[in-house]
């Protein structure tokens, strides 16, 4: 052990020097990326710290004497955007064995979570609206669209970043289709066949749910019999503790 901390040590002080016997130019870079650095800990640190419920002036003291960067709380979809200037810390309420999960919880998870995802699908960048039975065939590709007073099927293939699918009927997804994306909303039967795959999944249905096995996914699917997580995460509008899964820096 005191052999790797001395090693540390004459690590930083040949650092320390290589910096001194640097160039102007070469310095002031180093101190510039150090105070970037700097910063990104501190939000980081005021979000962490706000996720515990710490107040964000409790460092100002004597003690500590260090001042953190403001944080805001903003509802992003399902989920919860802790961030400051440069830092976000997507959230959502962590539960230990979702299996265990109240059927209250369940039912107020449902009925936000549904309304959640009807507004992002149709509030979506260049959303399309159809009428009528509608069927789609061929490579899967960026789609926000909505069916009224009709089915929608969908056999596709390849890879999209981002697929919004809307339904007042029936909606049926099938082929070997795979997406960063992918939010579905049906009033009527929801299936998912074949091989598609996501990322990230937000599903609902009216009706019954039918799931491949081949589906692999993580997110929530939501019926009236079903409730599907692929994570141990409830939304962030249900009580309980906010814990970060995903980092954002701008």
Known sequence: MLSLVLGIVLAVTCMLTALMQA???VRRVVLQKEKLLQSIYDEESAILA???GIPGDYFENETWEWKLPKVSRNMRGLWMDVSSDHVHAISGIFVKDTSLVPFGQRRI???GFKTILKREILTAENLQTKSG?????GEARDLSLQVLDGDL???LSGHAACGNFFASGSLTLKGAASFDTLRLYSLGPLKVAGAVSARYVEAYSGD???LSRDFKFSGLVVGPSTFVMSSNLLPAFVDGELVPFQWVYE
Do not use: C, H, I, P
Request: hydrophobic letters at 40%; aromatic letters at 10%.
């Open 133 to 137: 039975n509608r069927r789609l065939f």
């Open 153 to 155: 099927y969908l056999d």
């Open 23 to 25: 160039s102007g130019g």
């Open 208 to 210: 019954a749910v039918e």
């Open 50 to 52: 706000n996720l515990k």
């Open 109 to 111: 998870v449902a009925d």
